[in-house]
């Protein structure tokens, strides 16, 4: 199975930990050295998350990448920006999860697409200032979107999809 919403150099739980542990196994060799903080995966890598706005929708996301998600964002049934993680107690750790058709995952923010938002932006800007739009600006607003691929994304898993 195609799946894009993986990263390349993407490591399993169990080869971070072998990482890690390869990485304590050396500072500790090396005694005259102070330990060096070893990254860890954010709280919600690779986790099924719920999602519930007051309007009655509700839905699980994946978070596909070990990166983090936003508390809030706008509901798809309702419009108004009142869709919550919620339920952090049922927050299920499952990084082999397959994304039903339909359901929506967190993904890396590419540069493409950092790069249309903020082409989105600046047009507003530009119409607001009745200015033309600048592309010097568009790319500072796209660096500022992507955060080096760290910031989220979220699609339809399986939109195109005909089963
Ligand atoms: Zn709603």
Known sequence: MNRPYQQPGQGSREQRRAAR????KR???TASEPPKAVPQQSAEAFCLMWYA???GHR???WNSRDGVTPFGMSCPSCGEAK???VNFGRDTYAPDHVPRNGQRIWIS???DRARQIARRTAERIAAARKVKIDDAMVERIAT???RDGAAPDIVVWGYVEAE
């Not at 542990?21 to 304590?24: H, N, Q, T």
Request: proline share 0%.
């Open 53 to 55: 706005c007051e309007c």
């Open 27 to 29: 500072s500790a060799a």
């Open 83 to 85: 869709l919550f993680h």
């Open 21 to 24: 542990r390869a990485a304590e």
């Open 59 to 61: 839905e699980r996301i």
């Open 144 to 146: 500022e979107i992507y």
């Open 109 to 111: 923010m590419s540069k």
